[in-house]
């Protein structure tokens, strides 16, 4: 079992930055891959970028690609989400999530852990 706790949400303007984090309970978060989802009120959650335990490829949602940046620091036990260029539409509860095997990234379904959320708003 492992807990995450993300943080850095908040409300920025359109054209903004925001650098999310996602702290974990464990030590062996090196054995986990990380992914970053996010859903708006009223529809699917949605996959944003995934870092594989080592970090040594990423994996991003067309939407995202050339704004946001994934990384980890396995010492510190932490992912983040540098976002830039933020939109409007990039406004949603983002969540991140552990994964213990397997290489489909992109599908929450299979992801093993979850943190609680953090909101992001982007005012246009």
């Known amino acids: 079992q492992v807990q995450l706790v993300e943080s850095g949400g908040g409300l920025v303007q359109a054209g903004g930055s925001l650098r999310l984090s996602c702290a974990a309970s464990?030590?062996?978060?090196?054995?986990?891959?990380m992914g970053w989802f996010r859903q708006a009120p009223g529809k699917e959650r949605e996959f944003v970028v995934a870092?594989?335990?080592?970090?040594?490829?990423?994996y991003y949602a067309d939407s995202v690609k050339g704004r946001f940046t994934i990384s980890r620091d396995n010492a510190k036990n932490t992912v983040y989400l540098q976002m830039h260029s933020l939109k409007p539409e990039d406004t949603a509860v983002y969540y991140c999530a552990a994964k213990t095997r397997g290489t489909n990234y992109n599908n929450y379904l299979n992801y093993d852990y979850w943190g609680q959320g953090t909101q992001v708003t982007v005012s246009s």
């Open positions: 464990r030590r062996t978060f090196s054995t986990y891959a």
């Open positions: 870092i594989t335990r080592s970090g040594g490829s990423t």
